[in-house]
């Protein structure tokens, strides 16, 4: 990766081509093996051909759908399709369980069980990707599970203090997480739809980010929480990840685009001016890069800095240009594409560092596939924002 290579601005950087000609086909070429079922889940450039083993996750499964369903409509004369209709099969055929809703955490190939439990954070993902595989391809298969599904969260998983369990264990802690893409899933879906529902579904979930995961006064969102959402006790519940910040400013933004709510426009705006204020290196020693974790009073706990905050502080930056016409915004924009070419993405062969230090030394080489999901989407919001 040429991280001595400075790139002073956007205007050269990788775009919507880029996207359909190197990203997506490498990653269909390494994430989809010949003649093995799902996608592979963890790929090390310096092992290629190394054997990816035979157990698969719902969550990657979900994601990768997700992501060739997008490429598809991105470019719909590539091989993404195909791509996607290998997870998906091999979603509704191994990884759900009974057709009611229920999906297994993970399975072998042959679709035996490895991890029983049905999980939220994975439920949140199969609800996106059914949006996104059906917007790619008509089947309304996929509406019919994400009916299941949401089904299956609405009778089994709610929660009497609001929102939902982490899993059909109950694990605890509970964490914002999984409901933060709940809200991804039902905007998707409501789009994808036309129907109101999903919206519904989606002012329930800002109305608990309003009243219970984030503190409007200091705009911090926590991470972990006890049964009743209160701050998990001792270090876990001081955690604030600004990559979340900007992740709900983008969501919160959109759903006031979807629904007129401008409470979810202001806590947009108070999550962000946080992020802003304590999440962000200047890159005077190191990447120009969102911090992976901060405390409550802003504190940097966690120096290190992975690349799925960067691509959410990018959807945040995007979002605010659109919606809010922030001069500011786009002037970080162009500097954050910058950081994230230099140090993280190859754009030679869409590989990318998952982790750096503070002064950008690399300090994760083996990438999770799942990542690629925040790298798409937010490349993906850029050439859209910018078409319109």
């Not at 994808?192 to 984030?214: C, K, Q």
């Not at 959807?315 to 016409?325: G, M, P, S, V, Y």
């Not at 002037?331 to 230099?342: E, G, I, K, N, V």
Request: charged share 25%.
């Amino acid at each position: 990766m040429k991280s001595e290579e400075a790139l002073e601005t956007a205007a050269g950087l990788p775009s919507k081509a880029w996207l359909s000609d190197t990203l997506i086909p490498a990653w269909i070429a390494r994430a989809v093996r010949p003649g093995r079922a799902g996608y592979v889940e963890m790929f090390d450039p310096a092992d290629p051909d190394r054997e990816p083993g035979p157990v698969r996750t719902t969550l990657v499964t979900a994601r990768l759908i997700y992501v060739f369903s997008h490429a598809h409509l991105l470019d719909p004369q590539g091989h993404a399709l195909d791509a996607a209709r290998h997870g998906f099969a091999f979603l509704r055929d191994a990884c759900r369980e009974g057709g009611q809703g229920r999906f297994l955490h993970s399975v072998r190939e042959d679709g035996s069980a490895v991890d029983v439990r049905t999980d939220l954070y994975d439920l949140a993902f199969v609800l996106f990707a059914m949006a996104w595989y059906h917007r790619a391809t008509r089947d309304d298969q996929a509406l019919a599970i994400a009916d299941e599904v949401i089904g299956f969260i609405a009778s089994e998983m709610a929660h009497p203090q609001g929102g939902f369990v982490e899993d059909t264990l109950g694990s605890l802690p509970r964490r914002q997480n999984p409901h933060m893409h709940l809200l991804e899933a039902f905007h998707a879906l409501a789009e994808a739809t036309g129907e109101r529902r999903w919206l519904d579904h989606a002012d329930a979930i800002v109305r608990l980010a309003r009243e219970r995961l984030v503190d409007a006064g200091a705009g911090t969102l926590g991470e972990y929480f006890t049964d009743d959402w209160q701050p998990a006790p001792g270090a876990a519940g001081m955690v604030c990840e600004p990559g979340h910040h900007f992740e709900w400013t983008w969501l919160l933004l959109h759903h006031w685009r979807l629904t007129g709510d401008t409470q979810a426009r202001d806590l947009a705006e108070r999550l962000y001016d946080f992020a802003i204020l304590h999440g962000l290196d200047n890159g005077a020693a190191g990447p120009l890069a969102a911090f992976d974790v901060v405390d409550r009073s802003g504190s940097i706990t966690a120096s290190t800095k992975l690349l799925w905050p960067q691509t959410e502080a990018i959807k945040a930056f995007l979002a605010r240009i659109e919606f809010l016409d922030d001069a500011d915004a786009a002037t970080r924009l162009d500097r954050h594409l910058a950081s994230l070419f230099r140090w993280f993405v190859a754009p030679e062969t869409g590989l990318w560092f998952n982790q750096v230090a503070r002064d950008g030394t690399p300090t994760q080489t083996v990438i999770p596939v799942r990542v690629l999901y925040h790298l798409l989407l937010a490349l993906a919001e850029r050439e859209r924002v910018r078409a319109g």
